[in-house]
């Protein structure tokens, strides 16, 4: 099945203003390396630095343009963030902006090795457009003769999953699991309103910035699919749902049974459908074998039940999710409509 794209293009859109970014990053103990990096962080706290960006007015040749690409050189690098099957992230500073960033580095022998260049050309395809606060910006990208750099936003309280794990009691209480997938619906909403879904989230493809908000980080899984029905297998086992196990065709609705299985495990600490064999797990998907621990209260229940439904067009849509008592109780604040610009 054919997917449209849009063509492939270097996005150069580092902020003129670094904002709670560079703020983030002192706080979060950023060592850049080289003296220069480190006048810049003092130089980047809210309201001081207004050095122009590459590619904003106040630069006088777009990087992007041809001879004047994004390069290693641009870049003071820092210590690494993690690491990654392909490559790691580094913390790093844009030179002329003194904006903070993570920079991936990718090798280009274990991307060819694993076949999976087009997973890669189709994540910087899609994030490089989307423009939603609870999802990671990704502000350009660069390569050399042996790497590919992708250029993405800083977040500096890290993985989702290791602070669910530095929890008492390794999950989230309802607040908590409320605010972040209330973050999550509105986040989804975006992206399927630009026919992207998102097929692979888990609290390792998600991130937390200066102020504690969720950002989705990975979108490796993810397709671009205007005509809506796909095939293909992909995402994490626990959080599979039944029609891809069961190899039939599916939509944006495979991010609904994902969002249930991720409400779930914030709240229980583990998967819905863990199993001690992936076979015993796609039973227990495909039957829908769903029981909650005591703790779990009859909203969040509700919740996740509504949206753990074999059967996809019986899920409750993000909208339905959004205005639902469970995150409403724990979100007075109503959630924004959606901007599609």
């Known amino acids: 099945m054919s997917v449209q794209r849009q063509p492939l293009k270097e996005t150069n859109n580092l902020p003129g203003k670094p904002k709670d970014v560079a703020e983030g990053a002192k706080a979060a103990g950023a060592d850049v390396a080289s003296s220069r990096a480190t006048e810049g962080a003092k130089a980047g706290a809210p309201g001081v630095s207004t050095t122009a960006a590459p590619g904003s007015s106040g630069s006088s040749f777009p990087k992007g343009s041809p001879g004047n690409r994004w390069k290693l050189e641009d870049f003071d690098i820092g210590r690494p963030l993690g690491k990654g099957k392909f490559g790691n992230v580094y913390l790093a500073r844009e030179r002329a902006s003194k904006y903070v960033v993570a920079l991936k580095v990718l090798f280009k022998t274990q991307l060819k090795k694993a076949q999976v260049e087009h997973q890669l050309r189709r994540e910087i395809e899609i994030q490089s457009h989307l423009r939603h606060p609870n999802i990671l910006r990704l502000f350009g990208y660069f390569y050399d003769e042996t790497r590919v750099y992708l250029i993405l936003e800083f977040a500096p309280r890290g993985e989702m999953y290791k602070s669910m794990q530095k929890q008492l009691s390794g999950r989230f209480d309802d607040a908590t699991s409320a605010k972040y997938i209330r973050?999550?619906?509105?986040?989804?909403?975006?992206?399927?309103?630009?026919?992207?879904?998102?097929?692979?989230?888990?609290?390792?493809?998600?991130?937390?910035?200066?102020?504690?908000?969720?950002?989705?980080?990975?979108?490796?899984?993810?397709?671009?699919?205007?005509?809506?029905?796909?095939?293909?297998?992909?995402?994490?086992?626990?959080?599979?749902?039944?029609?891809?196990?069961?190899?039939?065709?599916?939509?944006?609705?495979?991010?609904?049974?994902?969002?249930?299985?991720?409400?779930?495990?914030?709240?229980?600490?583990?998967?819905?459908?863990?199993?001690?064999?992936?076979?015993?797990?796609?039973?227990?998907?495909t039957k829908v074998d769903l029981q909650f621990p005591g703790h779990v209260t009859e909203g969040a229940r509700d919740f996740v039940t509504k949206l753990l439904r074999k059967d996809p067009n019986l899920r409750i849509s993000l909208d339905e999710c959004l205005a639902h008592p469970w995150i409403l109780h724990h979100n007075p604040t109503p959630t924004p409509p959606l901007k599609t610009n």
């Open 183 to 285: 973050q999550m619906s509105d986040a989804l909403r975006y992206c399927h309103s630009k026919k992207v879904i998102h097929r692979d989230i888990k609290p390792e493809n998600l991130l937390l910035d200066a102020k504690g908000d969720l950002k989705i980080a990975d979108f490796g899984w993810s397709v671009h699919a205007p005509t809506s029905r796909r095939a293909t297998m992909c995402g994490t086992l626990d959080y599979l749902p039944p029609e891809m196990i069961e190899g039939n065709m599916h939509d944006e609705k495979v991010d609904l049974w994902s969002l249930g299985v991720l409400t779930y495990e914030f709240l229980v600490g583990k998967p819905p459908f863990e199993a001690e064999s992936n076979n015993e797990t796609y039973k227990r998907i």
